[in-house]
Every structure is written in C-alpha cells, then in structure tokens.
C-alpha cells in the first residue's frame, strides 16, 4: 500500500522526488563525514519519522536490528559518523524499544521484570549515580563525563535487562532469538578463518599496524591476534568462548534435532574460532563455564563426562607439551604458566595500584580518565594507567566500596538465576537454554577479572540480557512444552515418511 502511495505520488511529482532524493543521500553523505549538523539532522527528519511509525508495527524488527548492531558496531571495517558515541547507537535503540512497550503497556510484560536481578541492577545504578558527586581528584564535578561513564558501566546493564525481558516473549522469539545469535557468532567465526588465510582489509590492517600492534603481533612478529568483528582480541577470544559454552550447552539438552544439529555446529565452531584469538584467559573462561554446568545439570550422565573431558584438557595444557609446534597452543598454554612474565604484569600492576587507592575507598571518580586527569595530581597513575582487567577498571574508577557493591549485585543476578534453572524449571531443555546462558555468564564474568571485556561490544548486552531471558524462563514454561511438542511431532512425522519412502524404495 505504502509503495503504490510513493509510486503515485513519483509519477505525479517526479522532479521534486527526485530532488529530495538527491538531497537525502546528500544528507547521509554529510552525516557520515561531518556527523550531527542541523541541515544533515532537518533532510534525515522524514526517514526518522517513517522509521518510527514502522516501528510501531515491527518492533521486533527494531530489537533484531538491535542485535545486529551490537554485534558489528566495534567492527573495523564499520565506518561511523563523525560526532556520534558510539555507545548510543545500541542505547538509542533500547530506549526506543523500551518506549514503544510503555505506549503499549497493556500488551508489554512489565509485571515479569520484579525479580532479583532488577533490584540488583537498581542498587548499582544507585551507587553510580551517586559517584556524580565524587571529587577525590579536587578537579570538580563534571556531570557529562560521568553520564558518559555511567552509562555504559550501568545504565546499559539495566537497559539490556529491560529489554529482553519485554521483548523475550514466547517460545518462538526465544528459538529465533538462539538462531540470531548462533548466526552472528559463525560469521564472527567466518571472519577470523578469513583475516588467517584471505588476509585483513585495509581498515584492519591500520589498526593492527598502530594501535593494536604492541598487543597483537608477538614472538618477533611471528605470532598474529586475531580479532574478527570485535574490538580487539582480547574482547573476541573472551566471547566467543562464552557463546561456545552457552551453545554446547544448549545443543546436549535441545530435544528437537534441527535445533540441537545448529546448536552443536555453533558451540564447536566457537571453540575453534577461540584458539586464533591467542587469548590465553578465553580457554579459563571456557573451562569455567563448562564446570559450572556440571552443578546445574542436575544429572551423573552430564556430569561425569564433562569432568573428564576437561579434567583431561586440563592436564593436556597444564603438564605437557603436545601441540607446542602450534604457537597458538603455546600461547594459550603460558595461562598455566606460573613464571610467565607476560601474564603476571598485571598482578604487578595491581599491587602498585593498591597503594593509591587506599586512601580512595569511593574511587578516583568514574568521570577521570586520561583525557581530563590533573598532571601534577596524585591520582594522575590510577587515570593513566591500563586496567587491563573490568573489575580493576570499576575498582580505580568507584572504589573498594563500589567493585565490592558491584560484585554482590553480580553474584545476586548470577545466584538469582541458578536458582530458577534448579528448582523452578521443569522442561529439561528449557533448563537447558536456562543453564546455558548462566554458564556463559560466569565464563564472561571470569574473562572480565582477566580482560576489560564485560561492558564491550556485543558481551554486554549478549551475557547480561541473556541472564535477564532466564528470569523470563517460568513465565514461558507451558508454552514450551506445546511448541516443543509440536515441533517434536513435526519431526517424527517428518522421520516416518522418510522411512516409509526408503522401505518403498527397496520394493
């Protein structure tokens, strides 16, 4: 209706069609060189404003475009607009989600947002509201550097949180939602098979050569970190072995076959993509996520294998040398290295950073960085210096008062939903998915002690809304059992024809 409407109005007006055209593309033109600029914001006005009636009727379209930008927004072949966070793409996005269910209300679940996660997520976006009033540098207060900081060390937490709970409704969006991800994940795992052999593009190639040099080509140049889509390989090694260990875990208990085939498929191509990260905490990382399913299984016949399995990958990495002729191997193997220098930098770090801190329980301010720290400033160190680590990064910036408040929120959250999927769910594959996104979630958690990854693009709102769908699990429980039934139904049907016109060929 909406095209017969455009091409009529086109063929009675074509000139001025085609000049608002002109001038649109004009407009994008400028708003990817020159980013916000009142002509570029006036000519983008009607798409805007078409963007959000469509909206209206396709929000699910909105939260899949959503996930697709979370995903790609730190990619280095993504060229942004000058003048824009990079944060608010994701942020504006989620406001205009959170919008819409609000108009909506009568239709949006909001009543299944009252859980322990919400309040922990309140108690710690409290404290760093609070942290607005933080002068230990004696430099002042600056509300927007602190929002800027705050709102990506905890306001996205609640927004991802809000999100998902509103917009992960049913069984069907939950499967289509599993898929989405799985999706994005093979071609993150595409892409780094692609920089290994096919080389890096030009942008990746001037970040490689600059800014991630130091970090990313080791041994003598010997020695390549692959990144993928990510920001750096760090945030990608960390990830991808988080997403491999919700995806194993998904495919064991997933009783549909097509289901459980690109589930499994998904979890191993993880888990090789992991390795050309050289990222020596993503195999720890693993390795706790796969353990903590051990607990929440619930069952021997789980729990045995998987002790095996990794106690023997364990042992493989920790007490021999086999595979040392791979350097990735090699490097991933150092994790287990006590006398490696290159991995305990960071403990040396944080033992220097302790003296400075002692006398800054609240923190040296979450709006202190490199760009506005005092130079003849005590704390001047503790703004500079690499944290390396997010919990480093939330302790320099809040304090011993704010990384142990954050702490206890994230072990609320985390315990809140262990306990749904041990006692409250009955469907062992919807336990399944339930297990799968809190193992994840530990395994990003233990990355985040090690790397500053766990409020980078995509794991932040990847492990934390995927934490926040397991609140939503009991809510969607009996509607499960009939879609999965269905479905299963479906699939034996599909299996008895199969037999039946193999035994006919046979005849």
Request: aromatic share 16%.
């Amino acid at each position: 209706m909406v095209s017969t409407a455009f091409k009529t109005y086109a063929r009675d007006h074509g000139g001025r069609v085609i000049l608002l055209f002109l001038l649109f593309l004009l407009a994008l033109y400028q708003f990817n060189v020159a980013g916000f600029s009142a002509f570029a914001v006036v000519c983008l006005l009607p798409i805007i404003a078409m963007l959000a009636v469509s909206s209206f009727e396709h929000r699910l379209y909105v939260f899949w475009a959503l996930m697709g930008i979370n995903y790609i927004i730190q990619w280095h072949n993504v060229s942004l607009p000058n003048g824009i966070p990079m944060s608010m793409y994701n942020e504006l996005l989620e406001i205009i989600l959170i919008a819409l269910a609000i108009l909506d209300v009568k239709e949006a679940k909001f009543h299944r947002a009252a859980n322990a996660m919400l309040v922990a997520l309140f108690i710690w976006c409290a404290y760093c509201t609070l942290e607005v009033l933080n002068d230990t540098c004696g430099i002042g207060i600056d509300i927007g550097s602190w929002y800027t900081a705050a709102r990506m060390m905890a306001f996205q937490l609640l927004y991802a949180f809000i999100v998902y709970i509103l917009y992960i409704t049913n069984p069907k969006v939950l499967v289509n939602y599993l898929y989405v991800w799985g999706a994005l994940a093979l071609f993150a795992a595409f892409w780094v098979w692609k920089q290994q052999h096919l080389g890096f593009t030009a942008a990746e190639n001037a970040w490689l050569q600059t800014r991630g040099r130091s970090t990313h080509i080791l041994q003598a140049g010997t020695l390549t970190r692959y990144f993928s889509i990510y920001s750096d390989a760090a945030n990608f090694g960390i990830g991808i072995a988080s997403t491999a260990v919700a995806f194993i875990i998904f495919g064991i208990n997933s009783k549909v076959k097509k289901h459980k085939i690109f589930f499994l498929i998904t979890g191993i191509i993880c888990i090789w993509a992991m390795f050309p990260s050289g990222t020596r905490t993503a195999i720890a990382c693993m390795i706790a996520g796969f353990f903590t399913y051990i607990f929440l299984s619930k069952s021997f016949k789980i729990a045995i294998p998987f002790t095996i399995f990794f106690g023997l990958a364990f042992f493989f990495l920790a007490f021999t040398t086999i595979g040392n002729s791979n350097q990735q191997i090699r490097r991933m193997r150092s994790a287990f290295n006590k006398d490696d220098a290159s991995a305990n930098t960071r403990s040396i770090n944080q033992e220097a950073m302790k003296k400075y801190m002692a006398e800054a329980p609240w923190g040296i301010g979450m709006h202190i960085g490199y760009q506005n720290a005092p130079a003849n400033n005590k704390y001047t160190f503790m703004a500079t210096v690499p944290p390396d680590s997010e919990y480093v990064f939330i302790w320099i910036h809040t304090g011993v008062i704010g990384i142990t408040i954050f702490l206890i929120c994230t072990a609320v959250m985390l315990i809140g939903a262990c306990c749904i999927v041990f006692f409250r769910i009955k469907s062992p594959s919807l336990r399944g998915i339930g297990a799968g996104f809190c193992c994840a979630f530990v395994s990003q958690q233990l990355g985040g002690y090690g790397n500053q990854v766990l409020m980078q693009f995509p794991n932040c709102l990847i492990f934390y809304g995927g934490l926040s769908i397991v609140y939503v699990l009991p809510w969607i429980e009996n509607e499960w059992n009939e879609y999965e039934k269905e479905l299963l139904a479906i699939q034996i049907e599909k299996e008895r024809l199969k037999l039946e016109k193999k035994r006919a060929s046979r005849v």
